[in-house]
């Protein structure tokens, strides 16, 4: 079925176990985006230090995609370099617009390529990029601090 | 006038029923109430307008202007006794959401001693239950006045608590703004009380009519109010046209918004004079395909009766609550009795989001809104991040109620565990 592009099993298990959403009580930088057209919002919060992410946490509502992301984006941040994490997001950003032609690396993505069928549901694109985008955003706010 | 009302028969008039939906599915549209499907009739309607008589209308001297001009006013015509109303109360707008807007800017431009002019310690009412488009345009006429925004609150049945009424409405209040009936909850408000306490504190009432004009039959004299909107393609009309319909002594003394060709009497270098209503606020080269569109949906519903349409509507709004209400674990947001309710059923799954609701309904080729449905402050009442909403016209049927709630127990199944 269509639907199972859309949902694999790490998304779903992801969305039922989401990672590291619990905000940490400090941060290098905090960010509240909402996704003004299904009403779906998050807080993330990052920990970076010598260029170092050493912590992405976060709470929020949202859909299955939109959590299953987040949780998939924060885990795959952790540990990072800036330069590396930012480099990421990108590469994530180009699987998201390529319409269903490409599949993800996953030496680079990790469980990120399971959210590849993403890319063929326009109306999903924005619920996956939610928390990526909230991670670019605090990471650029954190470099400025 | 068809001898029965038959959905079936009336998919037929609707080529987009013909196409092949997701998993091979027929399509079963459940999305009127954000808008409508289009017959055949109101396509060709603006198709034959632009192959025959396109032209500027209330311009030129040739046949096709003339032609053009009698079809838009053919088309206000036909609105006219849609709404009951008088010729010259009939404004077309490109949508509900401009006729609100216009209207708000064309109050807020009144000079002092006009009865519109509104000022610090002055009052608008409006509800939770308003869609953006008739709270945004007030929130920012109170903000630039100094007037003040009050509102009626929603119960947890999703009705308006009217206890309050003489309060909310006092002695300051200039204009009552709301919804006919709420987009998300089906809710009908009930008007006549709020009117008369309008009206007897000297203050207008402005009627958000986009989700009862499509679905049951309105007179504007019989209801007593002073300014309504709707828009064509929630009422199987095309996009880009809309009315505001006014009183007419409340029109012709009110300041236009928009401004340029046709809207005047006389212009100089330095100053220009307002053409009457309706051309006072239709400034420019209207829209006069879509506006003849919008006449022809409406003669299509005339044909089918809108008593018919909303018993009709009425009736598949009983089967389906009395289907939803036998469900585990899912939750109708609004009145669950069918009483001064509309063709709008909102609900929520427990566990699963109401935008992973729609993928998979989608997949069986049942096409809903998903989200807070542009009322956002209702959603943040009501302790929602948003619900999954079926609407219900003209072409739905029993078997759409039945895929419908079979795609429900999809979902749920998709998402256990």
């Not at chain 1, 605090?138 to 470099?143: D, V």
């Not at chain 2, 196409?19 to 399509?27: F, Y």
């Not at chain 2, 630039?144 to 009217?162: C, H, K, Y």
């Amino acid at each position: 079925m269509e639907l199972d592009s859309l949902y694999q099993e790490v998304i779903l298990d992801h969305y039922k176990h989401p990672l590291n959403k619990k905000l940490s009580p400090t941060f290098t930088a905090q960010v509240h985006h909402v996704n003004p057209s299904c009403g779906d919002e998050i807080t993330l919060n990052v920990n970076i230090s010598d260029g170092i992410v050493t912590s992405v946490t976060w709470e929020g509502v949202g859909c299955s995609i939109s959590q299953a992301s987040t949780s998939i984006a924060s885990d795959l941040m952790t540990g990072k370099n800036l330069d590396e994490a930012l480099k990421i997001v990108e590469s994530f950003s180009d699987l998201m617009s390529s319409k269903g032609t490409m599949a993800g690396d996953e030496d680079i993505l990790e469980d990120g390529v399971a959210l590849a069928g993403v890319s063929k549901f326009p109306a999903r694109i924005k619920c996956a990029l939610l928390g990526w985008m909230a991670f670019k955003d605090a990471a650029i706010q954190s470099s400025k601090n | 006038m068809k001898p029965m009302f038959s959905p079936a028969e009336i998919r037929k008039d609707f080529p987009i029923f013909s196409k092949v939906m997701r998993g091979g599915n027929r399509l079963v549209y459940l999305d009127s109430g954000a808008t409508s499907q289009k017959p055949r009739q109101v396509l060709d309607a603006e198709r034959n307008f632009y192959e025959q008589s396109n032209a500027a209308v209330h311009r030129g001297a040739h046949l096709l202007a003339e032609e053009a001009s009698i079809a838009y006013e053919g088309a206000r015509q036909v609105l006219t006794n849609f709404l009951n109303a008088e010729v010259d109360e009939v404004v077309f707008t490109k949508s509900a959401t401009e006729s609100i807007n216009a209207l708000a800017y064309s109050i807020g431009n009144s000079e002092n001693g006009s009865r519109f002019a509104l000022k610090a310690g002055d009052r608008i009412v409006v509800s939770e239950i308003e869609h953006h488009a008739n709270l945004i345009p007030w929130q920012l006429l109170a903000k630039r006045t100094g007037a003040e925004l009050v509102w009626f609150s929603v119960d947890p049945d999703g009705r308006l608590d009217l206890s309050n009424l003489e309060e909310l409405v006092n002695a300051s209040t200039k204009i009552v703004a709301i919804t006919h009936q709420s987009n998300v909850l089906g809710t009908i408000v009930p008007l006549k009380d709020i009117v008369s306490r309008a009206h007897a504190v000297g203050a207008v009432v402005v009627l958000d009519a986009c989700q009862s004009a499509p679905h049951f039959a309105i007179d504007v004299k019989a209801l007593d109010i002073d300014f309504l909107a709707f828009s064509a393609h929630k009422a199987l009309g095309p996009t880009g046209i809309g009315i505001l319909w006014g009183r007419r002594e409340f029109l012709n003394s009110m300041e236009p918004f928009l401004t340029g060709g046709s809207m005047i009497e006389s212009v100089t270098m330095t100053e220009a004079k307002w053409a009457p209503s309706p051309k006072r606020f239709e400034a420019g080269v209207p829209n006069m395909a879509q506006a003849v569109g919008f006449a022809a949906a409406i003669n299509y519903l005339n044909e089918l009766g809108m008593d018919n349409v909303a018993k009709h509507e009425h009736d598949l709004t009983s089967y389906a609550l009395k289907k939803f209400l036998q469900l585990d674990k899912v939750e109708v947001i609004g009145p669950k009795n069918n009483v001064d309710r509309g063709s709008v059923i909102s609900f929520t799954i427990d566990g699963i989001h109401p935008h992973d609701v729609g993928q998979v309904l989608d997949q069986y080729g049942v096409a809903v809104r998903t989200g807070h449905h542009c009322a956002w402050p209702l959603m943040r009442k009501l302790g929602l991040v948003g619900t999954t909403r079926a609407s219900f016209y003209v072409y739905n049927d029993e078997a759409d109620v039945d895929v419908l709630i079979d795609s429900i127990l999809e979902a749920q199944k998709y998402f256990k565990g």
